[in-house]
Each structure stands twice: as structure tokens, then as C-alpha cells.
């Protein structure tokens, strides 16, 4: 195997602003396409087209907005593919990748993100495996199996590469049946559950009918079929697992028969058949589009042969018997649907008619509504990116602009225009968005630089996600816990306490170790008498804050305890006490900040001189030491 590593071209560093761009790849008005966008730490990796002939990995070091070219060797094979159907499996990027016009092939590729650089196998060996189609992880020894073809047995076969080793080697060995044709794999007809192998077979008849087969990896040069009761499945596609069992579309009766959605379920060797469409299809008319964070399957089912078109959107409840429910109420006409994105507990999906609208669904409650309604005016939406600062961003076309950028604020649906970055008619079709930190980085097209990367500044995600924040009294102690679901390391949660509710001040700081789950706990030891407000001040590391709802916390009033008034203060307190004896002042770092006598009774006590803030007073009767908190406004 080859390693290839590019570094000589890197371009100068450009401001972040607004709809900034930060490269000319491909200079001029040449389209340089940034695509693939995969982050990580402050980096992006992404592929773009230093020419139209080419395409190579980039790296952009968002710290600094510099981009460095990682590969130098690319060039497009008949069809024009240079790379095809790039998957991340942890700190990879698996893909099928050309090497250049002389060696006209796809070839296995690994291009690492810890390293950015990039691995291809044998790339001038013209009897190594190639074109792959597929990738898939077996998630115990993070091995990456995958389908390519096999120059010796001139057939589709099943490789593998080790993770612990790097070596890649056939795993199977069938024979002209082959595994896997182009046509379904590129859509994902390979998985892996426990000791098995999924995914699909030509049959060695060069129709391409690609039934699906399951192969057991301790048996892995035979195969056995999953039928319908005994009859075949054509064209099975769309592979997914969820809780142990294969979800997955296939055509029945014919390979040009109607296409149904399927549940396979490992453990009793049992295929249920989760819709009954009998309308003869196009192909892929029935689409596993989406599994949302719940596990639920989206389904778009759209029927293009059909004049006019009829177009439904399925959820499939994966955790409930696999019921399935029409999104859309049934099959509408005039309309087919597309999946945009998912927020929370809301799933979005555009309605493509002769007007175009934007639906979401409530997966918790099962209801329906509209996010973005047809009055909008959009003749096209794509391209969704839900982000971080309660927003979907997003390509939207008129008449007036084309295609610009577009946000929708999630809590009110309501669009605004962010950018007319291509200015009049001429769009600049806003996609392939990644954030981080408080930056969205997109392609865009204008007519002088072509499509190229842009960055924008957006309002800067809170990392911290509040789970539980509570307050108990006891005795003369409150007790503060909270538990953070998500948070990020060097993030700050400042604890402020109030005797009002209004005016609060920090009694504690605590950073951030970076957990889920993390849980803290803190004891205050000087409340107010009376009730006690408590909120949390969440920062992250860019300055960003946010505030946690208030909890509130009783303390009885003991008549042996010194007395203090008003709390809030001005100039002046009121100290009583039972006893003579002195009296200190500190801040809450414990440096003393006023001393003083105090007789039994009301004492007055200048603190005018003071700054506002909240401080700690002890009272020290003959040894023993009563301490108020106060708040100096």
C-alpha cells in the first residue's frame, strides 16, 4: 500500500465574517465544489477540484482559516468519478478513490483524520481488488468490511481491512454469484450483525436481480438466501440495523414489481413485510430516507409513475412493534416529499408539488404541522443544517434572488433571508454546511470566484446542557445539586444565590471536566434566613452565557442567631445581637473588609464605603461565631 501526503499548498489565512470566503481552489470562476465536509477537533476535511479533471483532499485548520491541499494524485476515470461515497467510521474516512487517468479504476482508500493523510491499496497492481462499493464497521473489533471486485474471480467479493494490523485481504470467495452489483450498493446493501454478514447477490445471471443474502463470517464462502415466504426479493437496498434487526427495501414478485419496506429479524430468521404497495414502481420509489434520534425510521414512498405524481411519508416506530404510521395522512396527490432534518423531537420534510412547503412532525405527540408555509414564496428548499444556536440554515429559491441562504428559527418558524450571496437572479445554492464552535462553513457559488468554501459567524453554541438543578434546606445548610446531560472541559457554571430573586451574586465556580453524565454538588453554608434563589450562570469557553431557571431553598429563622437588616443593603445595616462582641466584614474570598464592636441590640454599621456585591458578616459572642450573608447594592 501507498501512503500519499501533500502539504505544499497552503493558502493564505482570510478574517471570518459574515458569509466570508475562505478559498479560491479552483481559481477564477472555476467551481472548486467543496463536499464531504468531515471535522475533526478545529479541523474540516473536505474534498474539492483544484481543476475540472481532478479532485483532492483539503484541510482547513479553522483556528486560522488556513486550507492545505493532502493529496496531489486524483484525477477523474471514464464517467468522470474521482472519488465515490465517502463513509466515516470513526477516525477514518472509507472511500472508493481513483489514482490517476492512467490506471483507470476505483480503488480502496482510507484517509485518516488524526493524521490527514491517506492510505489506497495497490492502486498500480492491476490484479488488486477494486471499485468498492460499500463500508460498513463490525462495532466489536472496529474491522471495515466492505464489497469490491475481484480481477481473479472476476466477480463482486467481500473484503476486509484489520484495524489492528492495516492490512486489507478477501474475506470471501463465492464464485461467479458474486456479491453485491454497483447498483444497490452505492445505497448501502451491506451490513453487519453479530457473527453475520448482510447484504445482497446477482446471482451469477448478469440481471443484476441483487436478492439479499446473509453469509456467516465463520463460513464465509457460502451463503443463504432471505426470501418472502419462500418467494425471491429483487433490488434489496437501503440497509439499516436498529436494535439488532435489518430494515431494508426490495421489490417482490418480479424485478420490476412493486417495492415494499422489510424487517429482518437475525434471532428467529424471520422477514416481516412492514408496507403492502402493489403500485409497479420506478426505481427507489420507496426510500429509507432518514433514522432519527430515537431509532424511528423515516420512509419516503413516492410514486413518479403516476400522473399526477402521489407522494407519502412513513414513520416507522422501531421500539413499538415496528408500527407505522403516514406522517402525511396518507398518500397525497400532486406531491412527492423529501426528508430535510431533525431537531429534538421534531422531524422536518419538505412537500414538492406545484408549491413548496416545509412539515415537521412530532414524534412525541404524532402531530403534524407547517414550519414553512407555501406564502413564502420558495420554489425549491434544500440542503437543511440544524445548528447549534436554535437555527436551520438552509437554500432556498425565488424568483426574485435564486437560490441564497436561508435560516429558520425552530422556535417560532420564523425564515429570514441570512445572505444574497450570488446578488440578482443568479443563486449561489447554499450546501454541504459543518459548525464548529460558533462558525458555519458551507460552499457557495458566485459568478467571478465559482463555488467555493465560505464561513459565518453564527450566535456561539452553548456546549452545557442542564439534565437536573435542585435546592433542599438543611438545617442551617442548603443543599445545590445539578447534573449536566452534555457539557464540554473548560466550560464555567457559576452558582449565584438571591435573598429577592433579583439581585444575584456568585457564592461558588466550578469548571467543567467535560462528562456526560457529570454530576456536582455544593453546600451553602452562609444562607439568608428566609427563602433563598438559586441559578446557574453557564458559560463555555468562547464567553457565551446562559441562565438556569432559579430554584429556591427555606431557612428557618433560630432567636438565638444574630439578626441583620436590610438585605438587600444601602450605606447602612442593622446588626442585632444578644450580646456584645465584634463584628467582621469579608468578601467571599474571605478577605476582611470591616471591623467592628457591636453591643446587644440594634447596631448601626457604616458600609457605604463598600462596593456593591454580596459579603459574609460574623458576629463572635465570647467564642461563638453567628454569620449572616448580606448583598451590598
Not at 446578488?423 to 460558533?438: H, L
Not at 437588616?565 to 456584645?580: E, Q
Request: charged share 15%.
Amino acid at each position: 500500500m501507498k501512503s500519499l501526503f501533500w502539504a505544499a499548498a497552503v493558502m493564505a489565512a482570510l478574517p471570518v465574517s459574515a458569509q466570508t470566503r475562505l478559498t479560491d481552489i479552483n481559481p477564477n470562476a472555476g467551481d472548486a465544489n467543496p463536499q464531504n465536509f468531515f471535522t475533526y477537533g478545529s479541523n474540516i476535511y473536505f474534498l474539492a477540484k483544484p481543476a475540472t479533471d481532478r479532485q483532492e483532499w483539503y484541510q482547513l485548520n479553522t483556528t486560522n482559516n488556513t486550507v492545505t491541499q493532502r493529496s496531489n494524485d486524483h484525477s477523474q476515470i471514464s464517467g468522470g468519478v474521482i472519488f465515490r461515497a465517502p463513509v466515516r467510521i470513526g477516525d477514518n474516512v472509507f472511500v472508493a478513490s481513483s489514482k490517476n487517468s492512467t490506471t483507470p479504476n476505483l480503488y480502496f482508500s482510507r484517509f485518516d483524520l488524526t493524521t490527514g493523510t491517506e492510505v489506497q491499496w495497490n492502486p498500480n497492481n492491476a490484479s488488486s481488488p477494486n471499485d468498492p462499493l460499500a463500508f460498513v464497521e463490525e462495532p466489536v473489533t472496529g474491522d471495515v468490511y466492505a464489497t469490491s471486485f475481484d480481477a481473479v474471480s472476476v466477480s463482486n467479493q467481500i473484503f476486509r481491512w484489520e484495524k489492528t494490523t492495516g492490512n486489507l485481504t478477501q474475506f470471501t470467495s463465492i464464485g461467479n454469484a458474486g456479491v453485491g452489483s454497483t447498483g444497490n450498493n452505492t445505497n448501502g446493501a451491506l451490513a453487519v450483525i453479530g457473527n453475520n454478514i448482510y447484504t445482497t447477490s446477482f446471482g451469477g445471471s448478469g440481471n443484476n436481480l441483487n436478492f439479499p443474502i446473509v453469509i456467516s463470517r465463520s463460513t464465509p464462502n457460502t451463503y443463504t438466501e432471505i426470501t418472502n415466504g419462500g418467494n425471491r426479493l429483487f433490488e434489496a437496498t437501503r440497509y439499516n440495523v436498529i436494535n439488532g434487526k435489518l430494515y431494508f427495501v426490495a421489490r417482490t414478485g418480479s424485478a420490476a414489481g412493486p417495492v415494499n419496506l422489510f424487517c429482518y429479524n437475525p434471532a428467529n430468521t424471520t422477514l416481516t413485510a412492514l408496507t403492502t404497495y402493489t403500485q409497479t414502481l420506478a426505481s427507489g420509489n420507496v426510500n429509507i430516507v432518514n433514522v432519527a434520534p430515537d431509532n424511528s425510521l423515516l420512509v419516503a414512498v413516492n410514486f413518479y409513475n403516476t400522473n399526477p405524481v402521489q407522494g407519502e411519508m412513513l414513520l416507522v416506530n422501531t421500539a413499538n412493534n415496528n408500527s407505522v404510521t403516514s406522517v402525511t395522512n396518507g398518500v397525497v396527490t400532486g406531491t412527492n416529499y423529501v426528508f430535510g432534518f431533525n431537531s429534538g423531537d421534531y422531524s422536518y420534510f419538505v412537500q414538492n408539488g406545484s408549491t413548496r412547503q416545509l412539515q415537521r412532525y412530532n414524534r412525541t405527540n404524532g402531530t403534524t404541522t407547517t414550519a414553512i408555509p407555501v406564502s413564502n414564496g420558495f420554489t425549491a428548499m434544500a440542503n437543511f443544517f440544524a445548528a447549534t444556536d436554535g437555527k436551520a440554515y438552509f437554500s432556498a429559491t425565488t424568483a426574485a434572488l435564486g437560490a441564497e441562504l436561508y435560516s429558520l428559527d425552530l422556535s417560532n418558524n420564523t425564515t429570514t433571508l441570512v445572505a444574497d450571496i450570488n446578488t440578482g437572479t443568479v443563486s449561489s445554492t447554499p450546501a454541504n454546511f459543518a459548525q464548529i464552535g460558533s462558525t458555519l462553513y458551507f460552499a457557495a457559488k458566485t459568478d467571478a470566484q465559482g463555488r467555493e468554501l465560505y464561513s459565518m459567524s453564527i450566535t456561539a453554541p452553548l456546549a452545557i446542557r442542564l439534565d437536573e438543578f435542585a435546592a433542599r434546606n438543611s438545617g442551617r445548610i442548603n443543599v445545590i445539586n445539578w447534573k449536566n446531560r452534555k457539557e464540554t472541559a473548560g466550560d464555567i457554571m457559576e452558582l449565584q444565590a438571591s435573598a429577592d430573586g433579583k439581585t444575584f451574586n456568585t457564592i461558588a465556580t466550578f469548571t467543567a471536566s467535560g462528562k456526560a453524565d457529570a454530576r456536582y454538588i455544593y453546600n451553602d453554608e452562609q444562607p439568608f434566613t428566609g427563602l433563598n434563589y438559586y441559578r446557574l450562570a453557564l458559560k463555555n469557553i468562547e464567553g457565551s452565557t446562559e441562565y438556569s431557571d432559579v430554584v429556591k431553598a427555606f431557612v428557618k429563622e433560630e432567636q438565638t442567631f444574630v439578626e441583620i437588616y436590610p438585605n438587600p443593603a444601602g450605606n447602612a445595616i442593622h446588626v442585632v445581637t444578644l450580646k456584645s462582641g465584634k463584628v467582621m466584614i469579608s468578601g467571599l474570598n474571605g478577605t476582611s473588609t470591616l471591623q467592628s464592636a457591636v453591643n446587644s441590640g440594634v447596631n448601626t454599621i457604616d458600609i457605604s464605603k463598600l462596593p456593591s456585591g454580596l459579603y459574609l458578616l460574623q458576629v463572635n459572642e465570647g467564642g461563638q461565631v453567628y454569620s449572616r450573608r448580606f448583598v451590598k447594592l
